[in-house]
């Protein structure tokens, strides 16, 4: 799926995720929360352009959907949403990103955090489908097939973005240098409550 070199072994479902439902859905609220985050962040950092600006106003509304939607379940089964929890993972991949200054590094620096966008996504949609398929709780798994096609959609506009505004980029050769990279991150993780770790 999405091309990700290493997928997630289901018994991560079984060892680690059912015997802590709270950590997962508070993780994933928070993960849910900083998606829209990240998009918030995009608009101020590209706000010329039109229609990257348009798609992340959309998508920091539906990000913080999910957010409610994920403390709903949090708070229909008694529990509550607690403190913000690192993402180890996402941390890992943000060493990745290509920075620096002027305008000359701007596109690429663009083009890179839409990369890591759509890197986070996949890896997501990939953890939703696992979920979907192997946690016994039939609500969690009806709820994460559906944000698990959401995830879906939201990489491939990321990718879209990338490759329509990346001018003068390799996207594909990035792309696959970020495929290549989280190949490696992720050998370390797939063993904690998180919906990346």
């Excluded at 398929?133 to 698990?148: I, K, N, P």
Aim: glycine share 6%; with cysteine; aromatic share 10%.
């Amino acid at each position: 799926m999405f091309k990700l070199q290493l997928p997630t072994d289901p018994t991560w479902v079984k060892n680690v995720v059912e015997s802590n439902i709270e950590e997962i859905l508070t993780d994933h609220a928070y993960c849910e929360q900083k998606a829209a985050t990240n998009a918030i962040t995009l608009i101020i950092q590209n706000p010329n352009i039109s229609e990257l600006v348009q798609e992340m106003a959309e998508l920091a509304k539906e990000e913080m959907d999910h957010f409610k939607r994920v403390h709903d379940l949090i708070l229909k089964r008694g529990f509550t949403l607690g403190l913000e929890r690192k993402d180890n993972y996402v941390n890992e991949l943000i060493k990745f990103l290509k920075r620096g200054g002027g305008e000359a590094k701007r596109t690429e620096s663009m083009v890179d955090r839409l990369l890591l966008a759509a890197m986070i996504e996949a890896r997501s949609c990939e953890r939703f489908k696992v979920l979907s398929e192997y946690v016994e709780d039939q609500e969690l798994s009806e709820f994460y097939h559906e944000l698990m096609i959401s995830e879906a959609t939201h990489y491939t506009m990321f990718i879209g973005l990338a490759r329509k505004y990346g001018e003068g980029i390799d996207v594909e050769k990035r792309w696959q240098e970020w495929l290549d990279y989280e190949g490696k991150v992720i050998k370390s993780y797939g063993k904690a409550e998180t919906i990346h770790g």
